[in-house]
């Protein structure tokens, strides 16, 4: 069984831009990627993505208060045909680094379709797993961001079974509101 594919998502997001935009969504991204390969990792191909980061709520903190004590909260899909496909969520952190680039962490969960201890692919061990990511990202203009991101899903050994886990990089491009 297959999640909604990331091209349905944004199609949607894209049609409903006019009801989201502004006060509850923040930024909307697409992204293509791969998947680094380890020796349990079987998967294969490219691997889409798309993302809803939600505004964060409004205070009157600034500066660092702000990046930690404000995170945003990330929705997304990732899958591709040959890949694992996968639907999360999870707290979004952006840092600037000036005027132009930036740095972003975040933390969740994700539920997945993939093996879980028989198969071709990565052998996951449970449904549900961990998801952290990074990227490293630049401002193209007021709405527009370009970043190379990195991603990691496994169980962190609290599950039996094994924990192959899911590392993908790969390039996005978000448009802010």
Not at 39 to 62: C, H, M, N, Q, W
Not at 70 to 81: A, C, K
Not at 91 to 104: M, Q, R, S
Not at 139 to 160: E, G, P, Y
Request: include cysteine.
């Amino acid at each position: 069984m297959k999640f909604i594919s990331p091209l349905a998502l944004v199609l949607g997001i894209a049609f409903a831009q006019p009801v989201f935009s502004g006060d509850l969504v923040d930024e909307v991204r697409i992204g293509a990627g791969g998947l680094l390969q380890s020796d349990g990792s079987k998967d294969k191909g490219a691997v889409g993505s798309a993302e809803i980061y939600l505004a964060p709520f409004e205070t009157s903190r600034t500066g660092a208060a702000a990046v930690l004590l404000e995170p945003r909260i990330q929705l997304g899909v990732s899958g591709g045909p040959d890949a694992t496909d996968q639907a999360y969520a999870g707290l979004n952190w952006h840092v600037p680094l000036g005027e132009t680039f930036f740095a972003e962490a975040g933390i969740g969960g994700t539920v997945h379709n993939g093996n879980l201890d028989t198969g071709d692919g990565p052998l996951l061990g449970c449904r549900f797993l961990f998801r952290e990511h990074v990227a490293l990202g630049m401002r193209l203009n007021d709405t527009v961001n370009l970043m190379a991101t990195a991603d990691h899903s496994s169980h962190a050994n609290l599950c039996d079974g094994p924990n192959d886990g899911l590392t993908h990089v790969g390039l996005a491009i978000g448009v802010k509101f």
